[in-house]
């Protein structure tokens, strides 16, 4: 990619492609073992179709890269009447960001909570503190509402597993078109925010989709069900093929 001015980066970029390649790859290959896919021209199109049919009507927790659209996914949700369950995080708030995004707090409130069992599920993620309190899993797990939440995969696994894995939470992963389009979407959002708040370099950049990106073969380990985020079209198209609820 010539948005590179580097060599050792545009060679770190490449080493991340090959990675997520290989890891989607992976993931197909899977699906299309496991859940009976027939192997066509466009996986993509077969797993969509796949993940559409097996959705359950209650909850969300969404997942992806860095870039893969999480926060249309979430816009998309409480138009549909769904109510996002904010995290717990240690970094600083982003300028468009609130309460209502997440729990903003310091290292040392996050290990008081920690050491207390307020927060019951926690992980460092690109060197952050991200955590989830006990009483959004007990939402999670009892509620008849509808809730979402955007978590990385490790968190997200967890969460699953401790609101009993038949709770009826559509575990979602995003996928950009291409690791090229996830890298535009990062560079736009931090250059759109460099006049209010310091945006990532692309060492920064590349740092988290080295992080990011060997999370995807952990998908497997649960009933993750996998959508591209290639336009909103998709997306609104997941909400209307939730099945009613009873």
């Given at each position: 990619?010539e948005v590179f001015t580097s060599d050792r980066n545009l060679e770190r970029f ?22 009976g896919i027939v192997e066509s021209d466009n996986l993509v199109k077969d797993l ?108 997200a696994i967890d969460l699953y597993r401790l609101s009993g894995s038949n709770a ?79």
């Amino acid at each position: 990619m010539e948005v590179f001015t580097s060599d050792r980066n545009l060679e770190r970029f490449l080493q991340i492609k090959n990675t997520y390649l290989n890891q989607i790859t992976n993931v197909f290959q899977h699906s299309a073992k496991i859940d009976g896919i027939v192997e066509s021209d466009n996986l993509v199109k077969d797993l969509e179709l796949f993940s559409l049919g097996a959705l359950k009507k209650r909850s969300f927790i969404v997942s992806g890269i860095s870039g893969a659209g999480k926060t249309t996914f979430g816009n998309i949700a409480q138009e549909n009447g769904y109510i996002k369950i904010p995290g717990v995080t240690t970094r600083k708030p982003r300028p468009e960001e609130n309460n209502n995004d997440y729990i903003f707090v310091d290292e040392n409130i996050f290990m008081d909570w920690v050491e207390k069992k307020e927060i019951i599920i926690h992980r460092k993620i690109n060197g952050v503190w991200h955590g989830i309190l006990r009483d959004s899993v007990e939402k999670f797990s009892n509620s008849s509402e509808l809730f979402f939440m955007d978590r990385g995969v490790a968190c997200a696994i967890d969460l699953y597993r401790l609101s009993g894995s038949n709770a009826g939470i559509n575990l979602i992963y995003l996928f950009a078109p291409s690791i090229e389009e996830l890298y535009r979407r990062i560079k736009n959002r931090e250059e759109s925010r460099c006049e209010k708040f310091v945006g990532m370099s692309d060492e920064e950049i590349l740092c988290r989709f080295e992080e990011e990106v060997v999370d995807i073969s952990k998908t497997l380990l649960v009933n993750y069900l996998y959508f591209v985020n290639d336009k909103i079209s998709r997306i609104e198209k997941l909400f209307k093929n939730l099945p009613n609820s009873n």
